[in-house]
């Protein structure tokens, strides 16, 4: 379920919502589930506003401080002092203690998933509180993405002896099969949110919940698809709000199978696609082209390395004169056929990913590839995935904003292959990703990042479509925070303030 | 009735330019809506229409080609790319089984059947927002001849392009464009706050609009005035797109539909008034300055029926009105003139009456003083004479001294005292004084008096003086053997006194002046014994009046108030 949870939150659930609780101000967030892929999550999914982590990331993917007040590394590398925020406070009203932190960074090393999927936890050789607010954690080895392992709620057991709590702005009060209740954390260290109660509430479709919205009954949708935005931007009750998502739209190369075992021929499928045509006809423009796998406002990307440039012609010639060997049983006896065939997978009943699915297939078909497309329901693809059965599959993936991601889905080596299902492997990948996880400080990570990209651009893992673009509708009853423009909008919830008469937030 | 003239013809035109600029420029919005409605309807049928040729065409290419599965599936996946609007493109046998289709995996799609309308010789479903908001209509070319059906191609038929054009059309700024389906459905709406009723399933069925478009033949636009959501009126305009039997209808606020309209209609109403304004001031001033000589005149006029002479018109014109102005004042200056000669004429024609009146009067006792001295010359040592030299000199001095008296009445009222008093008795006195003059002059004197009395209150020697005025003016018009009749009348709350004769009589054009100062019917004299007589009844709170007939005679009568007759009299 590892990838499931880097590829987006999904559920499909549904029955009709019972109406808002009542209370002062209450925020209902509409999720509608048709726009889910991933079965095992729905609106829990955004629980994680109940929550806090360590640390944060900032617009740029900057690993920021959050329960942590602050952090400092030993000059080898392998001690990290970490000195937790004062005056933070469970919803219970108990203080966050070292204790805390402590107990939680225990629990990651000793979760054997957690372990696996992480770059660091591995490594780790103790931790320790040397005082109410310090935890000292010491690795065998630098490892640089340890903070980013180590993102993962910190909770405590409620003294009803089952509830687990949370620092967050909201704390979770009522569950049921398709709504969830948050109630404001007065204990809150920032001060209690401005709204009452936030009302996460899952619809089978995007127009119920949006008509729900129209009738005043849902304040904010949590993301609406490419096709509706524009039909929605216009409203002049709804606020708008689109920014590029940590997603990116790709085509998952099997780089262990024949036909795309070769890297150049992973190269000429790369370049023989027009992303710029993909985002206009398959997104509706709401989407940037994908150069890389790195998410492009992250701090450490060069943006200058050149990405794919599409080039059929190329492509062509690529695909014909050196794919020839991969398919040497078949080429003489089918001179007249393309001379690279496979199967790309598509979650069912998504229609931007079967869209973007026979976009890409006409534009290889443009250059001699038969791209088969194979419907699959989203309940199969990770037994598909887990077995290594498939040539290709077309998914939205993550990209950021950790750096450690790459370092996850890319790496090669080590004791579990994380969310590497592909079976991709490339030493000078792995050594690009190796140095960015033990570099020394922002110049080395940089020098690193573009080491993997230029890596990856030689021996492709897969096509990279574009950078999908969340757009989420929030009524204008609140005012949401300008800082939390750029990303999403729940980051900053407990900011959110109702919108007075007159404009003003109350 | 001037200003009137001028102001009503120009408020007709007026009342008739607004009423006429109203209607042409609700005419000109309802037909430019109308228009738009009309562009709306062939938009929206064009664009369905070709979309529905685009699926035929694509069906064509499908028959009898033999296809392989995987054949047709290829090309059905290039056309869904091709042509955004068919989200899928699905192939099925004459039994409904499936076929091909542009979707990854089995169609989405299924055959419509039922009561399905066919548009352009393609079967559509109604249209409905699909779970992505996207209206969408399912639509089925058949494949084959019509000899032999071979299955169909159908379409999922994404329509939302038909919502960006309603949404890209605005009427003003709040006039927006409705599509309703068949069964009264909202397609789309302009306005993107209404948008969501579409999202909704909203039903017009019930809409003013709609029942009328329904009710109406396909090619009849509806126009009507209604009441929008917030209770503004809206004008609203419909047609029909026959081919898909949809509605299209553009709502615009009156308010802002009219503004123009009313914006012109105010204007034209500022310029009439101001028209209007400048039009009256410009009356009233020429008005007044047409009428201020004549004002003038006219004052003029009566200042000089009034009597003041030397009233004079300004008037600085030219025109006819500036030379009556000065043929006003030519006429008062002449006026003024004549009237300078006729007080001249007068005075030398009154003094010489008073001179005359006075020779007249004063010669006869002067000429009776002169001889009686004479004689007295000659006769002085006759006692008799002496005594009768003494009763004629009294009595010609007395008329002397009358004489004196009546022109001093005439400048200051004589004094008169009030006393109960018989006019029997004062009539009986002054008859007995006054028979010697009737005697000499051969009359007759009569006296009728009233049995009961006639008592009344008054000055007895002024009555006595007014009584022998009358008599001796009687004597004096009435020739020998004729008779004065001196007569006393008490019936009411009046007495009156009445002396008659049986003279020449007045002509009826002098009776009227008779009481007037130095007025009189005889040849000599001062004339001013009847103008004294009245100024005494005058006093007395009396009339005088008098009656003549010439040739028959004349009667003057004074009326007074009767009063009871005082104790001593009983």
Not at chain 1, 172 to 181: P, R, Y
Not at chain 2, 352 to 381: E, T, Y
Not at chain 2, 383 to 410: C, G, M, P
Request: proline share 6%.
């Amino acid at each position: 379920m590892g990838i499931v949870g880097a590829l987006s939150a999904f559920a499909c659930q549904g029955s009709s919502p019972p109406p808002p609780p009542p209370g002062p101000i209450t925020l209902t967030i509409g999720v509608p589930q048709s726009r889910q892929l991933d079965p095992s999550h729905g609106i829990e999914a955004l629980e994680w506003v109940t929550t806090e982590r360590l640390t944060t990331n900032d617009s740029s993917g900057r690993t920021k401080p959050l329960l942590l007040e602050g952090w400092s590394l030993s000059a080898d590398g392998l001690v990290w002092s970490l000195h937790v925020r004062s005056g933070v406070r469970f919803q219970d009203g108990s203080s966050l203690s070292s204790a805390d932190v402590k107990r939680t960074i225990d629990a990651i090393v000793a979760n054997p998933a957690a372990r696996a999927l992480s770059a660091c936890v591995g490594d780790i050789r103790s931790v320790e509180t040397t005082g109410e607010r310090d935890v000292v954690v010491t690795l065998s080895r630098r490892c640089s993405y340890l903070l980013d392992d180590l993102d993962s709620p910190v909770t405590r057991t409620a003294a009803d002896g089952r509830t687990r709590i949370g620092t967050g702005p909201f704390a979770k009060v009522a569950s049921s099969a398709d709504t969830i209740t948050l109630e404001a954390n007065r204990n809150y260290y920032l001060g209690r949110p401005p709204i009452d109660r936030v009302v996460l509430r899952s619809y089978d479709t995007l127009r119920t919940a949006w008509a729900e919205m129209m009738r005043g009954r849902v304040d904010f949708l949590w993301e609406v698809g490419p096709d509706t935005a524009e039909l929605l931007s216009d409203q002049s009750s709804v606020d708008v709000r689109t920014f590029l998502s940590y997603y990116a739209y790709a085509v998952l190369l099997n780089s262990t199978r024949p036909a795309l075992r070769d890297a150049r021929v992973r190269r000429a499928i790369n370049i023989a696609i027009n992303r710029e045509a993909l985002v206009q006809q398959g997104l509706r423009g709401k989407g940037l082209p994908a150069n890389g796998l790195i998410w492009p406002k992250h701090w450490a990307r060069d943006g200058s390395i050149p990405g794919f440039v599409y080039d059929p012609e190329a492509a062509t010639r690529l695909l014909r004169g050196e794919a020839s060997d991969v398919q040497a049983t078949r080429a003489a006896a089918l001179r007249s056929t393309p001379p690279l065939e496979f199967t790309c997978l598509v979650p069912a009943n998504f229609a931007i990913l079967e869209r973007l699915a026979l976009l890409v297939q006409r534009q290889l078909g443009d250059v001699g590839v038969r791209m088969h497309l194979e419907s699959i329901a989203p309940s199969a693809m990770m037994g598909r995935l887990d077995r290594g059965d498939y040539d290709a599959i077309v998914l939205p993936l993550v990209g950021g904003p950790y750096a450690t991601i790459p370092y996850r889905f890319w790496h090669s080596a080590g004791p579990s292959r994380r969310w590497n299902y592909w079976g991709y492997a490339n030493g000078a990948v792995d050594a690009a990703l190796d140095a960015m996880r033990d570099a020394r400080d922002d110049q080395h990570f940089r020098e690193a990042m573009t080491s993997f990209e230029t890596a990856v651009r030689d021996d492709p893992p897969a096509v990279f479509l574009a950078w999908s673009q969340t757009v989420q509708a929030s009524s204008r009853r609140f005012e949401v925070p300008r800082d939390g423009d750029g990303r999403d909008a729940l980051y900053v919830l407990n900011r959110w303030q109702l919108r007075a008469p007159g404009g003003m937030a109350q | 009735m001037l200003a009137t003239a001028a102001v009503v013809p120009l408020l007709t035109y007026g009342a008739l330019s607004v009423y006429s600029l109203r209607e042409g420029t609700r005419r000109s919005v309802v037909d430019g809506n109308l228009n738009v409605a009309r562009q709306v309807g062939e938009q929206v049928r064009r664009y369905i229409a070709t979309n529905l040729q685009i699926l035929e065409a694509v069906a064509a290419d499908f028959n009898h080609t033999n296809l392989s599965a995987e054949q047709q599936d290829r090309i059905l996946k290039n056309y869904a790319l091709r042509f955004p609007a068919f989200r899928e493109l699905s192939t099925f046998d004459a039994a409904g089984k499936p076929a091909a289709t542009s979707r990854v995996g089995r169609p989405g799609v299924t055959l419509p059947t039922g009561d399905v309308p066919t548009v352009y010789g393609v079967r559509m479903s109604p249209v409905v927002v699909d779970g992505d908001l996207l209206p969408t209509a399912i639509v089925a070319a058949p494949l084959g001849h019509q000899q032999q059906q071979e299955g169909w191609l159908v379409a999922e038929f994404s329509i939302e392009e038909l919502w960006r054009l309603v949404g890209r059309i605005h009427v003003g700024s709040g006039g927006f464009v409705l599509v309703v389906g068949p069964g009264g459905e909202l397609l789309a709406h302009g306005n993107p706050e209404e948008r969501e009723r579409v999202a909704r399933g909203t039903n017009l069925s019930g809409n003013e609009m709609v029942v009328a478009l329904r009710a109406g033949s396909a090619d009849e636009p509806v126009v009507r005035e209604i009441p929008g959501k917030t209770g503004e009126r809206v004008l609203a305009v419909g047609v029909r797109i026959p081919e898909l039997n949809w509605m299209v209808i553009v709502e615009q606020p009156s308010r802002e539909a009219f503004a123009v309209a009313r914006r012109h209609e105010r204007d034209l109403i500022a310029a009439i008034s101001l028209a209007l304004l400048i039009m009256v001031l410009t009356g009233l001033l020429w008005g007044r300055s047409l009428i201020r000589p004549i004002t003038a005149l006219i004052h003029g006029t009566e200042a000089i029926a009034e009597g003041r002479l030397d009233q004079r018109v300004v008037v600085e014109s030219k025109s006819e009105i500036g030379k009556l102005g000065e043929a006003f004042n030519s006429m008062a200056d002449r006026l003024v003139e004549l009237q300078d000669d006729v007080r001249k004429q007068e005075r030398h024609a009154m003094f010489g009456r008073i001179a005359a009146g006075l020779v007249h009067d004063l010669s006869h006792p002067f000429k009776n003083v002169q001889n009686n001295c004479r004689l007295m010359l000659k006769m002085h040592d006759d006692a008799e004479y002496r005594e009768l030299f003494r009763r004629t000199i009294d009595r010609e001095f007395a008329h002397i001294k009358r004489v004196f008296e009546d022109l001093r009445s005439l400048a200051r009222p004589m004094p008169i005292e009030r006393f109960p008093l018989d006019l029997n008795r004062l009539l009986t006195d002054v008859a007995e004084s006054m028979r010697g003059l009737v005697e000499t002059a051969g009359l007759s004197l009569d006296l009728d008096l009233d049995d009961q009395g006639a008592f009344v209150e008054g000055d007895v020697f002024a009555l006595s003086r007014v009584t022998r005025n009358l008599v001796l003016n009687a004597i004096e018009a009435t020739p020998p053997n004729g008779t004065v009749t001196m007569a006393t009348e008490a019936a009411g709350g009046s007495c009156r006194l009445r002396v008659s004769d049986t003279g020449c009589g007045i002509p009826p054009d002098r009776i009227g002046t008779l009481f007037e100062d130095f007025t009189t019917t005889k040849r000599q004299g001062l004339g001013l014994g009847l103008a004294i007589s009245k100024k005494i009844v005058d006093q007395l709170g009396g009339t005088i009046s008098a009656t003549s007939a010439v040739g028959q005679g004349t009667t003057f009568v004074v009326e007074l108030t009767r009063v009871p007759p005082p104790p001593a009299a009983n």
